[in-house]
């Protein structure tokens, strides 16, 4: 079974047109691209996530402002994905306090 797994400290986004995605985030570590989150229109039949040639995970369009929102909000954060089950993940990096206000 093949797993990738990376923590990320900074992104890039780019909206894209006439191509079969319609944006992509660059996920990088220390300015070095480590994985790619795509979003495709909603109706359109969606690849699987991947490991090889690269790292990235597969997402509609209407969740691009919740990814984003965890990108903006959260950290340290980390990368995820099971090549064998093609399911990704991002996710917190480390345990979180509980609470709106965490560690104020």
Known sequence: ???FNSTFDSYQIR???GISYEAIIYLFKEKDNVA???F???DA???QNQIDPYPAIIFT???FRDVLDVLQTEKPLKISINDELKSG???SADFEPVGEEEGV
């Open 40 to 42: 495709y229109d909603n």
């Open 1 to 3: 079974m093949s797993t």
């Open 45 to 47: 039949a969606l690849p």
């Open 36 to 38: 790619r989150l795509f």
């Open 15 to 17: 909206y894209c047109s």
């Open 89 to 91: 993940v991002i996710s």
């Open 61 to 63: 369009l209407d969740r």
